[in-house]
């Protein structure tokens, strides 16, 4: 959008197939579904995709095939890789949570001596956070923090009873923010498109186009302008590389239903495929992966650490059998309050942040039949409060991806093979966490307050980033502040893989920011002849 809006043409290359709101089932429930959403051949074909809370019966189309599309791992080392190949991608089916980064994030080597600094600061961020922010929609509710930077909002959403207790009490006792997430879905009618319903399942669609999905908004309004070619069923392989002037030329893909070998020209290739395709698309360009010549390519992979937390029942309130309140698609959201003032505490460094909710829920376990059991859930009604953890992973050298080259997938491109582990500091980070969770849920009146879960496999929070780090010295990273190659002056890496550190925040908001400021100074360059 930001690219043929200032008057550049652009082919948009796309893996998979493009969706219609025929496609989308979020009102569909699972008793109309043929296995009743519990669809026993998911695993066969998507053994990986199938552990996602968001793959299910009526959209595991939307996911990849395990078997067409693998990765290995190294033994002993799990990593789970989520990817949708459909126009769109996974800005169908992810969380929506959006939170902006501040230079607490960006510059965090400065503050602790850990890693490297982000060659960009929030003050060069922020106009294209705003840029985005008023263009997507995103509802909140503005705290005044500098570990979160407010966005520009839509109203926020309603909290619960329990929420609204844990706020005023986390406040009061710990001086700790609860606020409502901030969420790329609308509240009230916005640029042409309808506020949310609270139907529940964004997962599986939204034909009301409440929520931020690429294909219904910044790629509508770019088809708009007459500037973009679609190419759907696109399998990218590698950029073509001009031999004579060592410039990117275009970008090979193979057809997905024929096979065929295609290939697209351009002046300039921009890589946004998602963190870990990106790079294995440049890993495969050339020997030793193109804009290389640092090293760097494919190090650094990070992810967030999440997967426990705390949990507890809020007896002051009542819950009554009901039908209870609409769906909203929302949580809470706890900012960071670790290590914001000091480096370092209880021995890591880098902090995390809460996503949770309440609300009342019954226990349809509960004995009898008919009416006794009617009565019996009735009457076993109870209010919960649960808080999860998002922790920063720091960048290290050590996990990082290659080339599997015994390895290709169904059109014959050779594959990945991910290396990542947990290090100590996110595992401490982790464990004081959920120990601070109980504190707040506590400390908020909480009952049966317990620990939960355990640390996530890296990749499952689905948030990879890093792998072709940004920075200013050519010799230690792959692009610059503008997301350009230092080796290939015409390719652009703007998804997550050209992050240098992760913060604690959902990434995604950032990644939209990142791409805009890339493609207005990719239009800024062409005017005076740079590219």
């Not at 996602?52 to 990765?71: G, H, K, L, M, T």
């Not at 669609?205 to 770019?222: D, E």
């Not at 959920?434 to 355990?454: D, F, H, P, S, Y």
């Amino acid at each position: 959008m930001e690219l043929v809006e200032a008057g550049l043409k652009v082919c948009v290359l796309e893996a998979g197939k493009k969706l219609t709101p025929a496609d989308f089932t979020e009102h569909v429930e699972s008793w109309q579904l043929k296995y009743r959403g519990q669809d026993p051949h998911k695993m066969k074909r998507r053994p990986i995709q199938g552990l996602c809370y968001a793959c299910r019966e009526s959209n595991q189309s939307w996911f990849v095939d395990d078997i067409d599309n693998p990765y290995t791992t190294e033994a002993g080392k799990p990593f789970h890789w989520i990817r949708c190949r459909v126009l769109g991608g996974r800005s169908l089916t992810w969380g929506r949570q959006s939170y902006r980064m501040g230079d607490l994030d960006l510059k965090a080597a400065s503050r602790d001596g850990y890693g490297d600094d982000w060659p960009v600061s929030y003050a060069d961020l922020a106009p294209y956070y705003e840029r985005v922010e008023k263009f997507i929609g995103i509802s909140g509710q503005a705290e005044g923090l500098e570990q979160l930077p407010d966005s520009v909002f839509l109203p926020p959403m309603e909290m619960t009873c329990g929420e609204r207790i844990l706020r005023d009490q986390a406040k009061k006792k710990l001086g700790r923010t609860v606020t409502i997430g901030r969420v790329a879905i609308i509240t009230r009618p916005h640029n042409g498109r309808q506020p949310c319903h609270y139907c529940g399942p964004c997962e599986q669609g939204c034909i009301t186009n409440s929520y931020y999905a690429s294909p219904r908004t910044t790629l509508a309004a770019a088809e708009k302008t007459g500037r973009v070619t679609v190419r759907t069923d696109a399998v990218a392989s590698h950029v073509v590389v001009d031999r004579g002037t060592g410039k990117a030329g275009g970008v090979a893909y193979i057809d997905r239903m024929s096979r065929a070998a295609r290939e697209v020209r351009g002046k300039i290739v921009v890589l946004c495929a998602s963190t870990l395709e990106s790079t294995r698309i440049l890993l495969n360009s050339a020997p030793g992966g193109l804009c290389n010549s640092s090293g760097a390519l494919g190090h650094y992979l990070m992810d967030h650490i999440y997967g426990g937390g705390a949990a507890g029942e809020m007896p002051m309130l009542e819950a009554r059998a009901w039908s209870g309140p609409p769906r909203r698609p929302n949580g809470i959201y706890v900012p960071r309050f670790r290590n914001v003032k000091e480096k370092t505490s209880n021995g890591f460094i880098r902090g995390y942040g809460y996503q949770g909710g309440s609300s009342p829920g019954f226990n349809m376990a509960a004995p009898g039949f008919g009416a006794s059991f009617k009565e019996a859930v009735r009457k076993d009604g109870r209010w919960t409060i649960n808080l999860g953890l998002w922790g920063e992973c720091l960048a290290r050298q050590e996990n990082y991806v290659e080339i599997d080259r015994d390895t290709v997938d169904a059109w014959g491109i050779p594959a990945l093979k991910v290396h990542m582990e947990w290090s100590d500091n996110e595992k401490k980070l982790f464990e004081d966490g959920r120990q601070e969770g109980a504190a707040m849920l506590e400390a908020a009146g909480a009952k049966n307050v317990r620990i939960t879960g355990g640390y996530s496999v890296p990749g499952f929070c689905i948030h990879e980033i890093g792998t072709a780090r940004m920075g200013n010295d050519p010799k230690s990273s792959v692009v610059n502040g503008f997301c350009r190659a230092h080796d290939v002056k015409n390719v652009l890496v703007t998804d997550g893989a050209c992050w240098v550190s992760s913060g604690c925040q959902n990434p995604t908001l950032t990644m939209l920011a990142i791409t805009a400021r890339a493609c207005a100074n990719i239009a800024a360059e062409m005017k005076k002849g740079n590219v």
